[in-house]
């Protein structure tokens, strides 16, 4: 596979999970049946991918009559977080309507040039918005800002893995910019093997009841 053909393979990837995040928002499909989709997309081979994302697309466009019952709007945010288990396991996280998760939106909400690949494609990473460890503090809560107007959100869960402080280090700076745009703020930390989901899902619950 050509360079290109692989920019070009990619980008069409790309394009379907921001199509399919536009249905999140839109309550139109689940977080917790597009965080699996963004797992399968990533495991197997992108031209089986690509088909299977554009056939489910087409079938939700295709069935969808309703929209999913109207509830408060959740932001995740956070860093190097790729358990969805953790989703299927708190049905809460189905409040979701947009994630920033190094593995999920983050990961695939920009495109790269088809021409000059190489400098396209460094300038493609280095201009989105960056991880937590990378902290450019002003570029990820601009970020995060745009995706609260852009989503309307809520409340914003703020996710962290324990034992993983760099990921944390970004936590009060975020807070401070949801305090003054008087945006509620939930900070809830897991595990590697989601030993405490039980207790995030009573605070998300909590949480829920509290901005409804």
Not at 18 to 42: C, G, H, M, N, T
Not at 43 to 71: M, R, V
Not at 194 to 204: A, F, G, V
Request: proline share 5%.
């Amino acid at each position: 596979m050509t360079l290109s053909n692989s920019i070009k393979l990619y980008n069409i990837k790309r394009a379907f999970l921001q199509k399919l995040s536009s249905l999140v928002s839109e309550r139109k499909l689940e977080y917790q049946e597009f965080a699996k989709l963004i797992l399968l997309a990533d495991i197997i081979p992108i031209e089986t991918a690509n088909e299977y994302l554009e056939l489910k697309i087409e079938h939700l466009e295709s069935s969808i009559s309703k929209s999913l019952p109207d509830t408060p709007r959740l932001l995740l945010t956070g860093g190097m977080f790729d358990s969805y288990r953790l989703f299927e396991a708190v049905p809460e996280f189905n409040y979701l309507v947009a994630d920033d998760l190094s593995f999920g939106t983050r990961n695939f909400n920009f495109t790269v040039p088809q021409s000059r690949f190489l400098e396209g494609y460094a300038k493609a990473y280095l201009e989105r918005t960056p991880d937590p460890t990378a902290f450019d503090m002003s570029k990820r809560l601009n970020g995060i800002k745009s995706q609260i107007k852009h989503h309307r959100i809520d409340g914003v869960v703020l996710l962290g893995v324990k034992w993983c402080d760099p990921d944390t280090f970004e936590f009060v700076p975020i807070q401070n910019a949801l305090k003054d745009l008087d945006i509620p703020y939930l900070n809830i930390e897991t595990t590697p093997d989601l030993s405490n989901q039980q207790q995030i899902q009573t605070r998300l619950t909590a949480f829920i009841e509290m901005i409804s």
